[in-house]
């Protein structure tokens, strides 16, 4: 734990370094000193009283006083009275800075008790610990320990001090300040579900429709009519005929049975013929051939031919 005067002092002391000039602060060291002098020179709001007068017993003699002749009497006096003042301011001076450091810790404990929501701890209660040792960038670090500990005792009942170790009895007892500590009641430990299985994507299947031209009306015509020689229309003629008054009975059955309904006749609508594009055919070339070399000459051109003709009859 650090020490909160300390800090203190220090925000104190940055806010006064940052008074000087841009060319002043870039050796700011040197600077350090006067200004921590003019800070014990200065009245302390809580004590009433400045460093310097409480730790030597008198005030600072200042360039400013020198200055405006506000030097103090130089006059000397007797060591053992001057040394029977010195403990005397120094008490008074004490018993003042004691009053007034009183005054403004009631005020400040006013202030913080208004803000402040303590929790009465118990034993058996679950908290987690406070981390008081960063390591790497502190500002963005967890700031409770990820480990659940129980509070098993508390030394002192007028102090909040508690021993503490963790719920599954693992390491040492600490004992720690309430500031320290944080309730958190019960936790329910969730175990890590398994991870799904893997489900490979669907397969798509692609179809090809091919579409078949429709038969022209002429070969519907061929295919439902047949085809009968004379000898056929000879030897039915009979049965055409009793066919013929067969299908006029039923027609006039018809006739009667569905009034005046009219058929529909169904017309297939003609199939569209899409020109395909011609084949294309392989150029030419228009380069004269010639023979080569060793078929012009005399030998070489008989070997070439019989060459030629033992392939062409193979």
């Known amino acids: 734990?650090?020490?909160?005067?300390?800090?203190?002092?220090?925000?104190?002391?940055?806010?006064?370094?940052?008074?000087?000039?841009?060319?002043?602060?870039?050796?700011?060291?040197?600077?350090?000193a006067p200004l921590v002098h003019a800070y014990n020179c200065t009245r302390h709001e809580a004590t009433s009283h400045s460093p310097y007068f409480l730790m030597f017993g008198r005030e600072p003699n200042l360039p400013i006083d020198i200055a405006f002749g506000l030097t103090p009497d130089t006059v000397?006096?007797?060591?053992?009275?001057?040394?029977?003042?010195?403990?005397?301011?120094l008490v008074k001076a004490y018993e003042l800075a004691s009053k007034?450091?009183?005054?403004?810790?009631?005020?400040q404990k006013t202030g913080y008790d208004l803000k402040a929501r303590g929790a009465t701890l118990e034993i058996g209660d679950?908290?987690?610990?406070?981390?008081?040792?960063?390591?790497?960038?502190?500002?963005?670090?967890?700031?409770?320990?990820?480990?659940?500990?129980?509070?098993?005792?508390?030394?002192?009942?007028?102090?909040?001090?508690?021993?503490?170790?963790?719920?599954?009895?693992?390491?040492?007892?600490?004992?720690?300040?309430?500031?320290?500590?944080?309730?958190?009641?019960?936790?329910?430990?969730?175990?890590?579900?398994?991870?799904?299985?893997?489900?490979?994507?669907?397969?798509?299947?692609?179809?090809?429709?091919?579409?078949?031209?429709?038969?022209?009306?002429?070969?519907?015509?061929?295919?439902?009519?047949?085809?009968?020689?004379?000898?056929e229309l000879d030897g039915d003629a009979h049965s055409t005929a009793t066919g013929a008054s067969r299908d006029s009975d039923d027609q006039s059955t018809e006739g009667s049975a569905s009034g005046d309904e009219q058929a529909e006749i169904v017309t297939q609508p003609e199939p569209v013929v899409i020109p395909l594009p011609p084949i294309p055919v392989p150029r030419r070339s228009t380069r004269t051939r010639l023979e080569p070399e060793w078929m012009r000459s005399g030998l070489e051109r008989q070997a070439g031919e019989a060459l030629l003709a033992v392939i062409t009859n193979d």
């Not at 000397?76 to 005397?88: A, C």
């Not at 004992?175 to 936790?187: A, D, E, Q, S």
């Open 1 to 32: 734990m650090g020490n909160g005067m300390t800090e203190r002092f220090n925000r104190t002391l940055l806010g006064m370094l940052g008074t000087l000039q841009p060319h002043q602060k870039i050796n700011w060291k040197t600077h350090v």
């Open 76 to 89: 000397r006096q007797p060591q053992s009275k001057y040394i029977q003042e010195l403990r005397e301011r």
């Open 126 to 231: 679950k908290v987690l610990v406070k981390v008081v040792a960063y390591d790497g960038k502190h500002k963005i670090a967890d700031r409770w320990e990820d480990d659940v500990y129980v509070i098993i005792g508390q030394p002192n009942s007028d102090v909040p001090v508690y021993t503490v170790q963790k719920e599954n009895g693992e390491g040492r007892r600490r004992t720690l300040h309430r500031n320290l500590l944080l309730p958190v009641g019960n936790i329910n430990q969730r175990k890590p579900e398994p991870p799904p299985k893997p489900v490979p994507p669907p397969r798509t299947r692609l179809r090809q429709r091919i579409e078949q031209p429709s038969p022209e009306p002429s070969d519907y015509e061929n295919m439902d009519t047949p085809v009968q020689n004379d000898t």
């Open 100 to 107: 007034a450091a009183d005054r403004a810790r009631e005020k």
